[in-house]
């Protein structure tokens, strides 16, 4: 009705930057998301499911880029009555919601409140290879403690759920470190001026890239990069650039040497001192509880981009090698951070809520998992009953209902059927290990034709003649044996 | 970094229309959308997730409300290098962007293409009491074949999957009509214009509201409405309104009946005819399948809004009472609806793509379960293991680690621990079952203090003096057999 029959035609694209996702994509995630809320439910946390939008203002300006505050999320402006309305936004995260519910709903809550999130984020940032502007996330937060117990809890959740998810022990390392170490250091450079701080802490997030060596020239003059241009430095004299390079170079050959360490790099700073007591209290409680550095070690590279981290920092990476877009063998990298932000919730109510969680990037979690075939991807297509003859439609309804009953996933061709070689074909496509025929001979007969898709197919390219008789892939079967013989061929290859 | 101090406070609030959905509200969602896609998946539907976002473009103005096509979603433009970019808004349902994947993907596809996608949908509508701007739906739909045994398919499936939920046989009823019967009877009326034919529509959809003299009125010159107000009426005259009071009055006592009504009502209309043949034929492949009158239903009062159904239409209603705001009885209503659209695709591709499907109102569902008292909702707090000496955290760790081992829901309480009747508040807050207190003196003794707190409260609440003294609800019992009596408590209150 509301159609214009001269309009083009829309385009069927995506929105640049956006995917679908299909069958096996869909529920591999599903069950991924099911395993890990699965653990952090039995670490006491309470699902919570806030809407995909908020008001821009409740956001706030958090964005992980801090070089573009006010950009990076989708916004649009409500028309209400009078013309104008709030600025809407679509979530980039899941803790800046966080911080909303329990700033409005905080009287009812408990305290501390612990609860988990799952659901796609959304970042208006340019789209590239692999980098989408939708993806999942899957939180747990504690909101209302200010107990490095807490931290120490979530860290060894985390390491909990990369085992449940089926990344093995040794195959992944929880990384931690702590803020107030950072601004420790900070204090011990002596530079008090917050936009050049931010700068060094920018130039301490590229130790991993260019080394010791180049965050020194970066803290000072500047230095030529590979490309051949110049980045300008911070301009730190060699003295104030000292404490940094002392504290990117602390991780000792176990926690209590980096403990030693980092003690030296935060000097005088109460604030630096405060951090390495925090990482030391979580260190300890997390060995009493068998977590060796194995599995959580503390690691003074550990900076986190985002500007709200007020304590303890943290980050899961994965170790193993996978191959790059160009075939270089590279460590598959973070699937998870977090920390404590002290001031989120502070925004809304002005007291300040101490507070900490950390977010599993669950899209990258599965990509990791794929590239070492994990998953076991079993695309399980459905039992295919075929239509010998349309007038029978009743009848192949009734054997797919059947065979539902038995718990067996099936149903009847709804295609076109002349053409029945299209129906394998379809068959085929669903990837089905059974195809049922039955027309009119077969149904005064009283039996069946079972076809066996997964053993025809094998057979079709590797079977000798004498196995090729002794194991028909089609066979007939009294109907009444019709769902006890798929079970068995089902069964057979299950084994 | 980003903060401006000086910014007012930010209102700590979901956008207008929004809310937050928190524990049982969340994972009893999640238990009914795996419960129905498991009923899709063994009817042979595959899932499929879209993004939120799509173009305006593909999303097309199908829109429930005719009346405002290009209104109702929230939309905004993208700013590409040249400041100006696509339009995008957020899907108002699973229908639209399932169109547009299918044009986009259908060489990879098979076909027929049988999907499932569940999720949040967002309408940019003024939202009321119970009525949000982002809502759940799960839908299934086959694309690809003409055949009404895929609509008769998808309303047996949408039977089992009510059963399935939680809904018995008896409390609710799908109801089936075709699209083409009400066009045989515009026919009958002989009213070619289309905007014409939209009014005779609404003024069908009114019936359940107005019934059959105030239909009547409507088609003709008008009507006073209870408000006293005059509607305007469509303007037919008493012979151009008769077919459609006939077709309005055609339900008879079994599907049999209506049949014959149905074929009065549209005279010598071809498609008329047509339309009655598709519905007789979907009763008796339904019939045969076994799915009665009592679950599946010839109605002709089912019209659905939509305007861009083009054959069958059905609508799953829950038949049992519930007291409204104000305190009267009245029916669940509708959970459910679908139908057949074959020209959703072809709006992407210019060649008729015949299409089928329903979407399953999850939030609606879970109300009218709640109403009737069919969830479980069991809270499962968590056990509470209390801070009695801060020093002794780890320990306290380690106790629900152990718990959690054995499958136990288990934290720490991680408040400030000074006051214990705060914790023990805390737990009470969480609904836990059990808390587990262990000071000093306990830890020196080998043993835990367990205190069951279901027990306690029904204690306080009821219990003589004698059963106090014989179960009393908290005891001591040696620190080994913590996690065997947690169980043991557990397990009892469960039974």
Redesign the interface.
């Known amino acids: ?3 214009d029959k001269k309009a083009p ?8 930057g ?10 591999e ?2 069950e991924m998301l ?1 395993a890990i809320t699965g653990v952090y ?4 946390f ?10 821009v ?2 956001l ?3 964005l992980p880029d ?1 070089d573009r ?1 006010n950009e990076g999320v ?3 402006q ?1 028309f209400d009555e009078d013309g104008k309305g ?1 600025w ?1 936004a ?1 979530r980039y995260d899941l803790t800046a919601p966080l911080a ?2 329990y ?3 905080r009287n009812a809550l ?3 409140y ?1 609860r988990y999130a799952m659901g ?1 984020v ?1 970042r208006n940032e340019k789209p590239g290879p692999g980098r989408y ?2 993806f999942y996330q899957c939180d747990a937060d ?1 909101v ?2 200010a ?1 490095v ?2 931290d ?2 979530i860290c ?1 959740m985390l390491s909990d759920t990369l085992e449940k998810v089926g990344i093995p022990r040794g195959d992944y390392i929880v990384r931690i470190n702590n803020r107030k170490v950072l601004n420790g250091v900070l204090e011990a450079t002596g530079v008090s001026d ?1 936009a050049k701080q ?1 700068d060094v802490l920018r130039t301490i997030d590229k130790f991993d890239k260019v080394g010791a060596a180049g965050v020194r020239e970066l803290l000072g003059k500047g230095r030529l990069d590979a490309s051949g241009a110049y980045i300008d430095g911070v301009g730190l004299t060699d003295a104030q650039a000292e404490p940094v390079l002392t504290f990117l170079t602390s991780k000792g050959a176990g926690n209590a040497e980096t403990l030693a360490n980092l003690r030296g790099a935060v000097g005088e700073s109460a604030t630096g001192a405060e951090g390495v007591n925090e990482l030391e209290e979580m260190a ?2 997390l060995a ?3 977590y060796g550095e194995d599995r959580i070690v503390i690691d003074p590279s550990v900076v986190r981009g985002l ?1 709200y981290y007020t304590g303890p920092v943290f980050e899961a990476e994965l170790t193993f090698e996978i191959l790059d877009e160009k075939g270089r063998k590279r460590q598959f990298g973070s699937v998870a951070g977090g920390g404590r932000y002290d ?1 989120l919730v502070k ?4 007291q300040a809520v101490p507070a900490t969680g950390v977010s599993i990037g669950v899209d990258r979690l599965l990509a990791a998992l794929r590239e070492k075939g994990r998953l076991e991807s079993k695309a399980a297509g ?1 039992v ?1 009953v075929t239509v010998m003859d349309k007038a029978r ?3 192949y ?2 054997m ?2 059947e065979l ?1 009953q038995a ?6 061709y ?3 059927p002349k053409n029945f070689g299209n129906q394998l074909k ?1 068959a085929d ?2 990837e089905s290990p059974v195809a049922i025929i039955a027309g009119s001979d077969e149904a005064e007969r009283g039996v069946v034709q079972i076809k066996d898709l997964i053993l025809g197919a094998k057979i079709a390219q590797s079977a000798t003649l004498e196995e090729w008789k002794e194991r028909p892939s089609q066979f007939e079967v009294p109907r009444a044996e019709l769902v006890s013989k798929v079970r068995e061929i089902l069964d057979s290859n299950d084994a």
Chains 1, 2 share one sequence.
């Not at 956006?18 to 994509?25: C, I, L, M, P």
């Not at 439910?41 to 006491?44: A, E, I, K, L, V």
């Not at 309470?46 to 008001?55: N, R």
């Not at 718990?407 to 009847?412: F, H, M, Q, S």
Request: aromatic content about 10%; charged content about 25%; proline content about 6%.
């Open positions: 009705m509301a159609k035609r829309p385009k069927a694209e995506t929105p640049k956006f995917r679908d996702y299909f069958g096996v994509e869909v529920s995630r599903a099911r439910h039995h670490y006491g309470d699902a919570l499911e806030s809407a995909a939008v908020e008001t203002e409740a706030g300006k958090f801090v505050p989708f916004a649009w409500e709030d809407l679509l909303r519910v700033a409005q709903h408990p305290t501390p612990r796609p959304w502007r939708q504690t209302g403690t107990s117990a807490a120490a809890e060894a917050a931010a300890q409680l009493a509880q068998g500007g001031d925004r809304f109510t002005g459905p295919v439609m009743a009848e309804q009734g797919v209902a539902r718990g067996i996933r099936a149903e009847v709804l295609g076109n379809y496509k669903r």
